[in-house]
């Protein structure tokens, strides 16, 4: 039954990706943008443009480059049925190795901001219901004031002033690891785990300090939606029958909160799969600000060069992620909701 | 004092009996627009040890909410405001958190009137009377475990071990219903609090589970204070009575007493039927012999069933006759076709087959445009009076639709008819530029009713038309709908399965189960000598609200076993076979038909025809 989910969703996600690569396809095509005098500047030679769109392959019919694109000639280039994203029109570069080297650094720092977000936001929303008026409270609501109101550079930049600048606990925001220190060997992207894996443990270290203010920069703006969606589905918990029935029959103050805080989550686990989604591209003002030359800022790098294969590539990758963490979100919630039904 | 003594002369051996609970002067308030409502202002009462209190009272006299505070609790955001609580001689309300928890669950139990949304819905239900366990006792794992299937098999559920591996919302009502009742029996409580413990349970459940409610009780020793709406229940189950009426106690008497005696305004007005008419109501007489005004040949309908060839089987070859100002009672379990009936003779839903002859004219074969004609002299009234009003309409716009729809009265005479119809169901004018909010049930099903006689029906189907309503509300609908067949000479077919109504109502009864008629007859007939086995049951399980004859002073028939089967895949014999007690070979091979006896009477049971059933003495007739 729960393979035979997965399954039906893997496949649904499949088609759902067929259909925005060949949508996202189209639609950057349709920009009143030539990527070829971009590439070749404004003033070159006909033919040496004339060469640039042979090379980039812009000259041939629209379909025969989707068909390219998606690997069904692969005596002209290898495509996505090969496994291959193409090549960036601006480096040369196979996009797959580009994305391999730009998307751990934001799934790292989105991850470790929802890790550090929900340890916080859980007890603090929970903590709101169970004691609603209490000093807690209404802490929590000034702070998803503040927290709501402004931009996460902001807060970034402010955290960078206070905490690097003034008060010199965190270092410098300027990469993953200080310019002084030699990466460990890419394994898997993610500067911690790799770190691990080479036994150095002082990168991780180091690793963790530069991961410290970003991370703390995103949890702080996750932690109030967050919040405000705990304490109140857990606030509606706490006044349904069964929380009162449970009281009713003597369960201790632990066991009823218990009860409360698993209804809470099941419909919590919807927005936050929504958010995590959101974030792996909208992280990448809180890259920006601490340089850390993420997914998003690839992102924008590709869309400002016209660089198609490489708007296309990153389209498909947080979709496909993104579908992954619903998925995976939506199973969890089944586990803690049997109600839910595959 | 006087009320004392009779006490002790009903049951001498309450004399020395302990007081368990004693309730002084309870406030609970709830914030409303800035200022406190108090649904329970200044209740005090006592329960004693082996006795069965039974607590009644109109729709928000604040039952429910007493019965939480009486454990130190309130329904956020109420707050109990004052009072005691006193239970083995230690006030409650003033003990610390953890002292009370340790008193809920395990010395007082509660079961409350929606098992199903009491029960976490996330965890399976044996792991959660497990975990109510638990709280009050030292037990191991497997300790646990066996107890949890104790109690299971206890308050009567099958294969207990699978049942506990189940979910609520896989449950049916009653289900749910019995696994609560094990959470609360769970730890031997002292006082069991039962908030209308069998609302929205078939009757022949309710009684069989009043039964073991009543039976566990006088085995464990316990009290029990008994929350209902409903005067059969406290008659049958109840050793003493007490009022509820606007938050507090407005009388406290033994049962018979209360019932023979009622002292206080609001008692007596609901028990008015049973003191000043008996069983009947002296309704008026039918004309024999002349033609009915309503009558159904045959008739069928069914339900496809979604992504199947497979039909549901709703009314089954239905033949009913109902004569001019007469009512024709049809009662049976939920599920048994009742509605459908009724339905079906004003073509809210179009019958499969059969025909509806109404003053000599087949409504099945009317074209849409005449039978429109027909419309407003068939009328229906629905069993949920909030729903069938518009919210947003005042009553006059409401009165004045069908008015709009089937005359062409000048706008005058449609004001003037509005309020002649307030007068007829004794509603006062001054409502008529009110919206249905914030009328009460009653009041609302008033409206329902003069909705449909706007345009001078000569029948109507009242589809459970009191089944929401209090007590109180209940007794009024009663009184109104007879004068309004004495007055205007209306016949209706009464759908309900109230037998206490319905024997004030009815001249005639006709029995359904899973779709078919199986007897028929007047209401002394089938009261007092019902035929067929179904009926028999039926009667046997239901509530009458005599103290006299209390069912848990009786020996109780055999009651029917098992569920009622699937109308998808009906039987091919008699369709009660596997639950009758008196089914033999036969049967199961061999449909049914209805048969007549002497006097009118008929029966679709071959048995019962050929005079091998008893006819079992009608226990309150």
């Given at each position: 039954m729960l393979f035979r989910y997965i399954s039906k969703r893997f496949a649904v996600g499949l088609l759902q990706l067929i259909g925005l690569t060949i949508a996202v396809f189209f639609l950057i095509r349709l920009l009143p943008a030539d990527p070829v005098s971009r590439l070749v500047g404004m003033n070159a030679s006909p033919e040496a443009y004339a060469q640039a769109a042979k090379q980039l392959g812009v000259d041939r019919p629209l379909l025969a480059q989707l068909a390219t694109y998606l690997g069904f000639q692969p005596e002209i280039a290898p495509g996505l049925l090969q496994g291959s994203l193409g090549v960036s029109w601006v480096t040369g570069t196979p996009v797959t190795a580009e994305i391999a080297a730009y998307l751990p650094v934001t799934l790292e720092l989105v991850t470790l901001s929802f890790i550090l977000a929900l340890a916080v936001a859980v007890p603090i929303g929970m903590f709101g219901a169970l004691n609603p008026g209490g000093k807690a409270d209404k802490g929590v609501f000034v702070y998803s004031l503040f927290a709501g109101s402004q931009p996460e550079f902001w807060w970034g930049l402010l955290f960078v002033y206070l905490f690097f600048f003034t008060l010199g606990i965190a270092p410098a925001p300027l990469g993953r690891l200080s310019p002084m220190s030699s990466p460990p060997d890419v394994v898997t992207g993610f500067m911690t785990i790799d770190s691990l894996i080479a036994g150095q443990f002082d990168l991780f270290v180091e690793a963790l300090h530069h991961l410290m203010l970003p991370v703390f920069t995103m949890a702080f703006i996750l932690s109030g939606p967050i919040i405000k969606m705990v304490r109140q589905n857990m606030a509606r918990a706490l006044q349904s029958d069964f929380v009162l029935y449970a009281n009713c029959a003597g369960l201790p103050k632990r066991r009823v909160a218990g009860y409360a805080l698993r209804a809470a989550m099941a419909p919590s686990m919807t927005l936050i799969g929504i958010l995590y989604g959101f974030m792996l591209s909208g992280a990448v003002l809180t890259e920006s600000v601490f340089s850390l030359g993420g997914i998003g800022q690839y992102a924008i790098n590709a869309v400002l060069n016209y660089d198609y294969p490489a708007i296309q590539a990153v389209v498909l990758v947080i979709t496909a992620i993104s579908l992954v963490v619903y998925l995976a979100l939506d199973l969890i919630h089944a586990a803690i909701d049997p109600r839910i039904a595959f | 004092m006087h009320r004392e003594a009779a006490a002790v002369a009903e049951r001498p051996e309450t004399m020395a009996a302990r007081t368990v609970l004693s309730v002084e002067n309870l406030v609970v308030g709830y914030p409303v627009d800035g200022r406190m409502v108090k649904p329970v202002d200044g209740l005090s009462f006592k329960v004693h040890e082996r006795e069965v209190v039974g607590l009644i009272g109109d729709a928000g006299s604040g039952k429910s909410t007493a019965a939480l505070a009486l454990l130190?609790?309130?329904?956020?955001?109420?707050?109990?405001l004052g009072g005691r609580v006193e239970f083995d001689g230690r006030d409650l309300l003033k003990l610390p958190e953890a002292e009370i928890r340790a008193i809920r669950g395990r010395d007082i139990g509660i079961i409350v009137q929606n098992p199903r949304s009491s029960l976490n819905p996330m965890l399976r239900i044996g792991k959660q009377i497990g975990y109510a366990y638990e709280a009050h006792n030292q037990a191991s794992g497997t300790e646990v475990r066996r107890k949890v299937i104790e109690m299971l098999r206890m308050v009567g559920i099958n294969d207990p071990e699978s049942r506990a591996e189940a979910y609520a919302h896989e449950l049916s009502g009653g289900m749910a219903q019995r696994a609560l009742i094990a959470m609360a029996l769970s730890s031997k409580p002292k006082l069991l609090i039962a908030d209308e413990p069998t609302s929205g349970l078939d009757v022949t459940i309710q009684a069989q589970f009043l039964d073991e409610m009543w039976n566990t009780v006088q085995k464990t020793g316990s009290a029990i204070l008994l929350i209902t709406q409903e005067l059969g229940t406290l008659a049958n189950y109840c050793d003493r009575v007490l009022v509820l009426h606007e938050g507090r106690i407005v009388e406290d008497a033994p049962v018979r007493q209360f019932f023979a005696n009622p002292q206080h305004p609001y008692s007596q007005q609901i028990l008015k039927l049973q003191r000043e008419r008996g069983h009947s109501l002296g309704l008026p007489p039918v004309e024999a012999?002349?033609?009915?005004l309503l009558a159904t040949t045959d008739l069928r309908k069914t339900f496809a069933v979604r992504h199947t060839k497979k039909l549901i089987q709703a009314v089954d070859k239905v033949s009913l006759t109902i004569g001019r100002g007469e009512t024709l009672g049809l009662v049976g379990?939920?599920?048994?076709g009742k509605t459908t009936v009724g339905r079906c003779m004003l073509r809210l839903l179009e019958p499969s087959s059969g025909s509806v002859v109404f003053d000599g004219e087949d409504l099945v074969k009317l074209p849409p445009n005449d039978m429109r004609r027909y419309r407003s002299k068939l009328q229906i009234v629905f069993q949920d009076p909030f729903d069938s009003?518009?919210?947003?309409?005042s009553i006059r716009r409401i009165l004045t639709e069908p008015l709009d729809l089937h005359t062409k009265l000048s706008t005058a005479d449609k004001r003037r008819r509005a309020e002649e119809l307030m007068d007829l169901v004794d509603l006062d004018r001054a409502l008529l530029d009110r919206r249905p909010r914030g009328l009460g049930a009653g009041a609302l099903q008033r409206i329902n009713i003069a909705r449909a006689l706007a345009c001078n029906p000569e029948f109507i189907v009242l589809?459970?038309?009191?089944?929401?309503?209090s007590p109180r509300a209940r007794v009024g609908l009663i009184e109104l709908l007879v004068r309004l067949q004495k007055e205007l000479g209306i016949s209706y077919l009464f759908i309900s399965h109230d037998l206490t109504t319905v024997r004030y109502l009815c001249h005639k009864v006709s029995v359904m189960y899973l779709g078919q008629i199986v007897e028929t007859g007047t209401v002394e007939q089938v009261f007092s000598k019902p035929r067929h086995p179904y009926s028999q049951a039926l009667l046997s399980a239901h509530l009458f609200p005599d103290p006299t004859n209390r069912r848990v002073d009786s020996v109780i028939p055999a009651a029917l076993e098992g569920e009622i089967p699937s109308p998808i895949d009906l039987p091919h014999g008699c369709y009660l076979a596997s639950r009758?007690?008196?089914?033999?070979?036969a049967c199961r091979a061999t449909p049914q038909a209805l048969e007549p006896l002497e006097g009118g009477q008929s029966v679709r049971c071959w048995r019962a025809v050929a005079g091998e059933i008893q006819a079992f003495g009608g226990a309150h007739a």
């Open positions: - | 130190g609790l309130a329904r956020p955001p109420g707050k109990i012999g002349t033609r009915p379990e939920s599920g048994s009003l518009n919210p947003r309409w589809d459970e038309p009191t089944s929401v309503l009758c007690p008196h089914v033999v070979e």
